[in-house]
């Protein structure tokens, strides 16, 4: 079994930053793409920022510049640091990871969602 553990969202000003953390752990044997998704009230799930195992990124267009999507393998953590942040930011965020576990099956999991609150 393997778990998500997301943490780092809050309310934060227009300007301000905040660094997301999600953590998997359980039976992993590897971990390919890791990513951030988000959604706002009334929209629909969106990607924000996606990374590879060897570390290429992909990134939204809107947060291209603003955020940096990174990961520790040796942790299987993914973070989301978020810089000058907008209150067309503020949404539900949720981790996405694709897994191989120990017993060599592909599973796609999702945490919780961490609230991000951009507002003065």
């Known amino acids: 079994q393997v778990q998500l553990v997301e943490s780092g969202g809050g309310l934060v000003q227009p300007g301000g930053s905040l660094r997301l953390s999600c953590a998997a752990s359980g039976s992993i044997f590897s971990i390919n793409v890791m990513a951030w998704y988000r959604q706002a009230p009334g929209k629909e799930r969106e990607m924000v920022a996606r990374i590879f195992t060897g570390g290429s990124t992909y990134y939204a267009a809107s947060v291209k510049g603003r955020f940096t999507i990174s990961r520790d393998n040796a942790k299987n953590t993914v973070y989301l640091q978020m810089n000058s942040l907008k209150p067309e930011d503020t949404a539900v965020y949720y981790c996405?990871?694709?897994?191989?576990?120990?017993?060599?099956?592909?599973?796609?999991?999702w945490g919780k969602g961490t609230l991000v609150t951009v507002s003065s």
């Open positions: 996405n990871v694709h897994v191989i576990t120990q017993t060599f099956e592909g599973m796609e999991l």
